[in-house]
């Protein structure tokens, strides 16, 4: 006997984008040695952990060292005081009522929507939109629920049996409703990698089709805290209804330069509702947390701690002003590339600018010359899903003076 694999991996494909990226940069740097690269692909925060999150966190980790205060396994759920303070700060103030247990701590909004879809069939059919972030889809692939990819073809670059809802500048990255019955929609909103996001109008479309067809949406408000326009929903269940049909996810990383700490939560309302085999329904967040307690043991306590000072006082002020920061670059980046006509968008509701590239360039080739020509590097759109083939992310993560250089250097080049 041998040992068999789960073959829906062989299925995957390779995660070459971020490799290729450090390939092609690596090979310009080792060339041009005296050449200074701005990286503006990167997904992840520059600024450092606030002074009262800091402050939080060592309190924490003292405690942990003080027999008295010690801390064991917590609940799988998240503690009390943070699934409290998420409740009271991040929802409340939306006119949205949650129960405690509705709210479940994790250690990523990566793991929660990608660990989301084991609790449902496999014969569920999934839709995504497209560009996407790549979890939704490998998760899906690796669970068996779609078939390969196609390699050629109008469906080049699509798998078989997944939807795909197709973002471009076309639709005004406002996807179209499905056409045909899926189960499960995934949304994010605001977008990565479009910036882009739906109004209230927009996405009550959505509710109301999950409504209609009892889908259930798998909505990811990881950048949330990046809004800034009004008409633009925080939360999916601002939308009245949603709590029978979503699941929302929420993150501290982007919002508060959690990446390397990891804390994040997943919202499973106690009216979300699906089915077994028999027509019986059965409740979604009892699975949930039924999967929790099983596979997942908790974020430690001084995270969590770190976690609920974001919504201090001082914590909230500092963590908006680094959101700010972040804001203000998307505004050095979104002006100036209008300013020698490039087509941009994102960046207004979201730290990601989605560049159309210029006389119909391909991705790649937009992000050699931006690389060779101006030595800084962007993110090529394909690599998020075909629909993104002819576009460019670049990120606001970096320092003020690292992009006003980058957009500098972009100004003198001709198009
Ligand atoms: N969801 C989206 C849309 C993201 O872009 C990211 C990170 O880039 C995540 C989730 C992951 O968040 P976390 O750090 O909480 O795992």
Known sequence: MVVKINENYLLLQNSYLFAEIAKRVEKFQEENPNKDIIKMGIGDVTKPLSPTVIKAFKDAVDEMGDPNHFM??????????????????????????????????SDGAKCDTGNIQEIFSNDCVVAITDPVYPVYVDTNVMAGRTGPINESGEDEGRYDGLVYLPCTEENDFVPEL????????????????????????????FVKYAQDNQAIILFDAAYEKFITEDDVPHSIYEIEGAKEVAIEFRSFSKTAGFTGTRCAYTVVPKELKAYDSEGNKQSINKLWNRRQTTKFNGVSYPVQRAAEATFSESGKKETEENIAYYMKNAEVIKNSLEK??????GGINSPYIWIKTPNNMDSWDFFDLLLNEANVVGTPGAGFGPSGEGYLRLTAFNTLENTKEAMKRLSKLSF
């Open 340 to 345: 020698i006509g490039l087509k941009v968008y």
């Open 72 to 105: 064991g396994y917590g609940p799988e759920q998240g503690y009390a005081f943070l699934q409290e303070a998420i409740i009271k700060h991040d929802f409340n103030p939306l006119g949205i009522d949650l129960d405690i247990d509705e709210v479940f701590v």
């Open 178 to 205: 499905p056409k045909e019955d899926v189960d499960l929609i995934y949304l994010c909103f605001p977008n990565n990698p479009t910036g882009t996001t739906l109004n209230k109008d927009q996405l009550s479309k």
